[in-house]
């Protein structure tokens, strides 16, 4: 048997997906709200956890620094900063997930000093963390980079956090908790100018604010107010996940099937609701729950990725997919990330018709949240896609987590068996995926 077997996904497609769908925990907000968990005095609960391999992997990184931390039961998590001891992040355990830079949060707060390595996670684009760097040092964080061992070293060089007004160039999602994590126990007022908006951050927010904390959104202004400590006082429930909820819509009409996703909301993903009426796929909303399901012959679409509110970047490749069934020939343009389309290679193998090109652009340095000197050296950041492609099965390979899902929906379109490679790559953002794609009628096994 080949060696990579055991982390493929096996897919047997040309079937319509039809039935309902419960959405786990958001991957996104349980990573920031388990870290900022060590913020708080006392211990902490945290119930609908995602139960996959980011988390896991984040549990027993808080465990080796002397924490405690650990599911309780299926989707529950318990986590007590007391007995922590190391404020030094092992190499090895940092590269597996990228959300080990948010520890120097914690970190900071309790030594006053830390040491954490380059961070790792999805190969997405360069993710600079200068950002995160740059409102340390203005918070009286004394940080240096060593090329030799690649850590970065922390020093706190005051004996509390100081309260700051800072603005970030451009929105970040991670700066934006990242600020909010040093700001909540910070001597004084913090107020983060651009902020970023999505509703993963308002899930943290209001995680904390429920121990304590004194936050308050104004415009794209987070105004906090620092307080001497954080308790919890009562469990804290997850938000469900909206991109697990993109995901199993697209497989739905992409299959020409039916599917209702529950957990999720029309003002949770507004823009990705926009972008499927426009492509005629079928929607009926309830206050918690979506029904998607094919009306008929799709049209193509022009995309362009935003911060939310706009098009989130994370559903474009599951989007290209369904853009391959769509008339005409539909675009996506990418202006979060400067690497995000090796996905399409891997489509290309099943016959879509893809190609690349460079959008025109007025003012390059203001649409691009990356460095935009840097991309020159890039992937084009536009796609064309010519539809609609009859797609076939062949044999593939996840990049990164939204790719992986993305390439199980083109697999479930494609006729015969596709074998999907870097299951585990898979696991780490969707609890459970391919028992949930079984329960509404997907022909899928791990192999």
Same mark, same amino acid.
């Given at each position: 048997?080949?060696?990579?077997?055991?982390?493929?996904?096996?897919?047997?497609? =040309?079937?319509?997906? !039809?039935?309902?769908?419960?959405?786990? +925990?958001?991957?996104? /907000?349980?990573?920031?709200?388990?870290?900022?968990?060590?913020?708080?005095?006392?211990? @902490?609960?945290?119930?609908?956890?995602?139960?996959?391999?980011? *988390?896991?992997?984040?549990?027993?990184?808080?465990?080796?620094l002397g924490g405690h931390a650990r599911f309780t039961?299926?989707?529950?998590? @318990?986590?007590?900063?007391? +007995?922590?001891?190391?404020?030094?992040?092992?190499?090895?355990?940092?590269?597996?997930?990228?959300?080990?830079?948010?520890?120097?949060?914690?970190?900071?707060?309790?030594?006053?000093?830390?040491?954490?390595?380059?961070?790792? +996670?999805?190969?997405?684009?360069?993710?600079?963390?200068?950002?995160? *760097?740059?409102?340390?040092?203005? $918070?009286?964080?004394? /940080?240096?980079?060593?090329?030799?061992?690649?850590?970065? !070293?922390?020093?706190?060089?005051?004996?509390?956090?100081?309260?700051?007004?800072?603005?970030?160039?451009?929105?970040?999602?991670?700066?934006?908790?990242?600020?909010?994590?040093?700001?909540?126990?910070t001597q004084g007022k913090t107020i983060i100018e651009? %902020?970023?908006?999505?509703?993963?951050?308002?899930?943290?927010?209001?995680?904390?604010?429920?121990?304590?904390?004194?936050?308050?959104?104004?415009?794209?202004?987070?105004?906090?107010?620092?307080?001497?400590?954080?308790?919890?006082?009562?469990?804290?429930?997850?938000?469900?996940?909206?991109?697990?909820?993109?995901?199993?819509?697209?497989?739905?009409?992409?299959?020409?099937?039916?599917?209702?996703?529950?957990?999720?909301?029309?003002?949770?993903?507004? %823009?990705?609701?926009?972008?499927?009426?426009? %492509?005629?796929?079928?929607?009926?909303?309830?206050?918690?729950?979506?029904?998607?399901?094919?009306? +008929?012959?799709?049209?193509?679409?022009?995309?362009?990725?935003?911060?939310?509110?706009?098009? $989130?970047?994370?559903?474009?490749?599951?989007?290209?997919?369904?853009?391959?069934?769509?008339?005409? *020939?539909?675009?996506?343009?990418?202006?979060?990330?400067?690497?995000?389309?090796?996905?399409?290679?891997?489509?290309?193998?099943?016959?879509?018709?893809?190609?690349?090109?460079?959008?025109e652009v007025k003012d390059s340095a203001t649409l691009?949240?990356?460095?935009?000197?840097?991309?020159?050296?890039?992937?084009?950041?536009?796609?064309?896609?010519?539809?609609?492609?009859?797609?076939?099965?062949? #044999?593939?390979? @996840?990049?990164?987590?939204?790719?992986?899902?993305?390439?199980?929906?083109?697999?479930?379109?494609?006729?015969?068996?596709?074998?999907?490679? =870097?299951?585990? #790559?898979?696991?780490?953002?969707?609890?459970?995926?391919?028992?949930?794609?079984?329960? #509404?009628?997907?022909?899928?096994?791990?192999?």
């Amino acid at each position: 048997m080949n060696e990579h077997m055991e982390d493929a996904y096996s897919i047997h497609g =040309g079937y319509p997906l !039809k039935g309902e769908i419960q959405l786990s +925990g958001a991957k996104n /907000v349980s990573l920031k709200v388990i870290i900022a968990s060590l913020l708080f005095e006392s211990e @902490v609960c945290i119930a609908n956890v995602p139960r996959i391999k980011d *988390i896991e992997e984040l549990l027993h990184l808080i465990t080796s620094l002397g924490g405690h931390a650990r599911f309780t039961s299926q989707n529950e998590v @318990v986590v007590d900063k007391k +007995g922590m001891s190391k404020n030094t992040i092992n190499l090895l355990q940092a590269i597996k997930t990228r959300v080990s830079f948010m520890f120097f949060a914690p970190l900071l707060h309790l030594f006053g000093s830390c040491r954490i390595p380059n961070p790792g +996670g999805c190969r997405i684009g360069a993710r600079p963390i200068d950002r995160q *760097i740059d409102i340390m040092k203005a $918070m009286g964080v004394s /940080v240096q980079y060593d090329e030799e061992d690649g850590y970065y !070293k922390a020093q706190l060089t005051t004996k509390k956090f100081q309260g700051i007004t800072h603005r970030f160039e451009k929105r970040t999602h991670t700066g934006t908790e990242f600020g909010i994590m040093l700001g909540v126990l910070t001597q004084g007022k913090t107020i983060i100018e651009n %902020a970023s908006l999505e509703p993963e951050i308002d899930d943290l927010i209001h995680f904390l604010e429920k121990g304590g904390a004194q936050i308050a959104r104004k415009g794209d202004s987070i105004i906090i107010s620092g307080v001497s400590h954080l308790t919890q006082h009562k469990k804290y429930s997850i938000l469900y996940d909206r991109n697990e909820a993109v995901t199993h819509a697209l497989l739905a009409i992409a299959t020409k099937g039916d599917i209702t996703v529950h957990g999720v909301g029309e003002a949770d993903i507004v %823009a990705f609701l926009q972008k499927v009426k426009e %492509a005629g796929g079928g929607v009926a909303a309830q206050e918690k729950s979506i029904r998607f399901f094919y009306r +008929g012959e799709l049209a193509a679409t022009q995309a362009e990725t935003a911060p939310h509110p706009g098009f $989130m970047t994370d559903w474009q490749a599951p989007w290209a997919v369904l853009m391959t069934q769509a008339r005409g *020939i539909s675009t996506i343009h990418e202006t979060v990330f400067e690497n995000r389309f090796a996905y399409v290679e891997e489509l290309r193998k099943l016959g879509a018709q893809i190609e690349f090109f460079r959008p025109e652009v007025k003012d390059s340095a203001t649409l691009y949240q990356f460095n935009i000197k840097k991309m020159e050296e890039c992937f084009f950041q536009g796609i064309k896609i010519h539809g609609p492609s009859l797609l076939h099965n062949a #044999v593939l390979t @996840v990049s990164d987590l939204r790719a992986g899902a993305s390439l199980l929906i083109a697999a479930s379109i494609a006729n015969g068996q596709t074998i999907v490679y =870097g299951a585990s #790559v898979i696991d780490r953002g969707y609890e459970h995926i391919d028992t949930k794609l079984k329960s #509404v009628g997907a022909r899928i096994q791990r192999i």
